[in-house]
C-alpha cells in the first residue's frame, strides 16, 4: 500500500467529503419527505384524531410498495426522473434524489412506529384541555415520543450509510466508488478494508450517539 499512498490519501478523502455531503443532503431531503408521511399514517389511521382510511390506506400501500423495491433497482428505475432534477445520473446531487426517495419510506415506517407508542390517555388528555389537532400533533404526540423519534433517526440514518456505499458502485461517488473503482477492480485489498473499517467505525459512532441522547433525554423526564 505504500507505493500508491501518493494517489490513494488524496482520492480518500475526496470520497469521505462526498459520502458525507450525501448522506447529509440525502437524510435532509428524506426527512422532509419522511416526516410528514408518517404523521399523516398516524393521525388518518382509523380511530385517530383525522381518521380518514381513504387517505390512510392510499398513503400505506405507496409506502409499502416504495419499500419492497430494492435500492440499487429503484436508483436505475428512476434515472430518467434524476436527470429531470439534476441534470446528469452521476455524482452527488444525483444519488440524493433516490437515496431520498428510499429514505422517506423508510422513515415514514420507522416515525410511524414511534408515534404509535403515546398513549391514548395522552390525547384524551389534550382534548380535556381545549387542544386543536394541530396542538396535540405537534405540542403532545411528537413532545411525548422524542426519544423513540431519535432512535428512528438513528437506525434510517445508518440504513442511508450503507445505501450510500451501494450508490457510489454505480457511479455516485464516494466511499463506495472508491472501494470498487481502486478496491476491487485494481485488486487492492488494502482499499476496501480501509473503507470498510471507516464504514463500521462512522455506524457505531452514530449509533452509539443516538443511543446516548435517546437515554439522557428518558432520564430527564424520569
Known amino acids: 500500500m505504500s507505493s500508491n499512498l501518493d494517489y490513494f490519501w488524496p482520492q480518500f478523502w475526496q ?6 455531503w450525501t448522506v447529509c443532503g440525502s437524510l435532509v431531503f428524506g426527512t422532509l419527505i419522511g416526516l410528514p408521511l408518517g404523521i399523516i399514517l398516524v393521525v388518518t389511521r382509523p380511530g385517530h384524531i383525522k381518521e380518514n382510511k381513504t387517505v390512510f390506506y392510499a398513503l400505506n400501500t405507496i409506502v409499502n410498495i416504495l419499500r ?31 437515496l431520498s426517495i ?16 403515546v398513549d391514548h390517555g395522552v390525547l384524551e388528555a389534550a382534548y380535556a384541555m ?9 405540542k403532545f404526540i411528537i413532545p411525548e415520543v422524542i426519544p423513540s423519534l431519535i432512535l428512528s433517526f438513528t437506525t434510517g440514518t445508518i440504513s442511508l450509510i450503507g445505501s450510500t456505499a451501494a450508490a457510489g458502485a454505480v457511479g455516485a461517488g464516494g466511499l463506495g ?17 480501509i473503507t470498510v473499517v471507516l464504514l463500521v467505525a462512522t455506524v457505531q459512532l452514530i449509533q452509539s450517539t443516538g443511543n446516548s441522547l435517546s437515554r439522557s433525554i428518558r432520564r430527564k423526564r424520569g
Open 130 to 138: 381545549g387542544a386543536t389537532k394541530y396542538q396535540i400533533i405537534t
Open 102 to 117: 428510499f429514505l422517506g419510506p423508510y422513515l415514514a415506517r420507522l416515525i410511524e412506529n414511534s408515534l404509535l407508542e
Open 15 to 20: 470520497a469521505c467529503m462526498e459520502t458525507f
Open 177 to 193: 466508488d472508491l472501494a470498487i473503482t481502486y478496491g476491487y477492480q485494481r485488486f487492492e485489498t488494502e482499499v476496501i478494508v
Open 68 to 98: 419492497s423495491v430494492p435500492f440499487i433497482i429503484l436508483l436505475v428505475a428512476i434515472i430518467p426522473f434524476t436527470r429531470f432534477i439534476t441534470g446528469t445520473s452521476i455524482g452527488v446531487a444525483a444519488a440524493i434524489v433516490p
